[in-house]
């Protein structure tokens, strides 16, 4: 219980697109909110979108049109679908769930734009 993991990044270029996912082990996965944040150099980590239980979306203005974040409740796993990415999307994505108090992070993936 409890054990998040995240895949899919890597080094892209410039208006690249790339999806980004969660797996997560986690009951009942469908009463979990997810979100994912990202950590640029020297910055603070940041929420760039998110889904609630209810199937409410939340993205950052810096993303809308251009990330779409999505769950699949047969596979317990939550998506970040990127598209037209820019240089300054370079950063190490995280997922994260939480229920109540509880909240469950994965290790990072490493996403780099290049222009």
């Known amino acids: 219980q409890g054990q998040v993991v995240e895949s899919g990044g890597r080094l892209v270029q410039a208006g690249d697109s790339l999806k980004l996912s969660c797996a997560a082990s986690?009951?009942?996965?469908?009463?979990?909110?997810a979100a994912w944040h990202r950590q640029a150099p020297g910055k603070e980590r940041v929420q760039v979108a998110s889904?609630?239980?209810?199937?409410?979306?939340y993205y950052v203005d810096s993303v809308k049109g251009r990330f779409t974040i999505s769950r699949d409740y047969v596979n317990n796993t939550v998506y970040l679908e990127m598209n037209n990415l820019k240089p300054e999307d370079t950063a190490v994505y995280y997922c994260?769930?939480?229920?109540?108090?509880?909240?469950?992070w994965g290790q990072g993936t490493q996403v780099t734009v290049s222009s």
């Open positions: 994260n769930f939480r229920i109540f108090s509880a909240n469950y």
């Open positions: 986690l009951h009942p996965f469908s009463d979990y909110a």
């Open positions: 889904i609630t239980s209810g199937d409410t979306f």
